[in-house]
């Protein structure tokens, strides 16, 4: 394996969990606890999907055989999906839904970043130099 393939796999796991993730915590939309707690949960998932189609599109650049963040997302045989086993499982109660977030939060950068495991660093989206946003420029090393 070369190092673009890696990556290509990492940002696959990413995409994926946060995809599913992001689905359960949809479901319990009208079943919270109270108000609040649903609406913090609305607002994960929906974040979470947002960070699905970010990893999602950076992998179909890198891929470049035509396929897009959403062909990945949803056109795929069940078993080319990387996601963490840990999001598949049932929700269970409000509680185990809460402590399911954890691992998939550890795992993953913060939503801005694309990670560069083989450098060590996360490039950010520049979207002042083009229309498309597709210009890269590597993040500072803290």
């Known amino acids: 394996m070369n190092s673009k393939t890696d990556l290509i796999e990492y940002l696959l ?3 994926d969990s946060a995809l599913i993730q992001g689905q359960r915590l949809c479901q319990w939309c009208g079943k919270a606890p109270a108000l609040e707690e649903e609406l913090a949960l609305m607002n994960v998932g929906l974040d979470l999907v947002g960070q699905a189609r970010n990893w999602l599109e950076y992998a179909a650049e890198l891929l470049d055989d035509g396929r897009d963040a959403d062909h990945l997302a949803f056109r795929r045989d069940e078993r080319d999906y990387r996601n963490l086993l840990l999001v598949e499982q049932p929700n269970g109660d409000y509680a185990v839904t809460i402590l399911k977030q954890c691992p ?5 950068p913060a939503s801005a970043q694309r990670p560069d495991p083989v450098h060590g660093r996360a490039h950010y989206r520049d979207r002042s ?14």
């Open 129 to 142: 130099q083009s229309g498309q946003g597709s210009h890269l420029s590597p993040a500072p090393l803290r």
């Open 13 to 15: 796991r990413l995409g």
């Open 104 to 108: 998939l939060r550890r795992l993953a």
